[in-house]
């Protein structure tokens, strides 16, 4: 089983900044540890579905952004051993619209982009608030 937990939202001002973390442990069902895994960011803002914003290959190799989010987040991830490793999310040049709960998501050998049904493992979410 793989394990994601998110930290470090909160509450910013606009035009601030934040980073997310999203601790990851585990084996996947495969077998294999977390290095299998693609990974990504999604949020869900008041009223709306929850969207894919950011994400990087399996292998690190590349990343890929929803066009509200490119140019000011960038999606990461600290290598680390087979079992475990963080994934970061640092959002600059925040907006209002940013407003949302985050989750950390991951896909066995996903692709930078994937949808929500694409998903095999979700964090329980976290709360990013920017204020006007």
């Known amino acids: 089983q793989v394990q994601l937990v998110e930290s470090g939202g909160g509450l910013v001002q606009a035009g601030g900044s934040l980073r997310l973390s999203c601790a990851t442990s585990g084996r996947a069902f495969s077998g294999l540890g977390v290095a299998g895994l693609g990974m990504a960011w999604f949020r869900q803002g008041p009223g709306y579905a929850r969207e894919f914003i950011a994400g990087?290959?399996?292998?690190?190799?590349?990343?890929?952004?929803?066009d509200s989010v490119k140019g000011r987040f960038t999606i990461s991830r600290a290598s680390a051993k087979n079992t475990e490793y963080t994934l970061y999310l640092q959002m600059n040049s925040l907006k209002s619209e940013d407003t949302a709960l985050y989750y950390c998501?991951?896909?066995?050998?996903?692709?930078?982009?994937?949808?929500?049904?694409?998903?095999?493992?979700w964090g329980q979410g976290i709360q990013v608030t920017v204020s006007p």
């Open positions: 998501a991951a896909r066995l050998f996903g692709d930078a982009y994937f949808t929500q049904k694409d998903v095999n493992y």
């Open positions: 990087i290959h399996w292998k690190g190799e590349s990343t890929h952004y929803d």
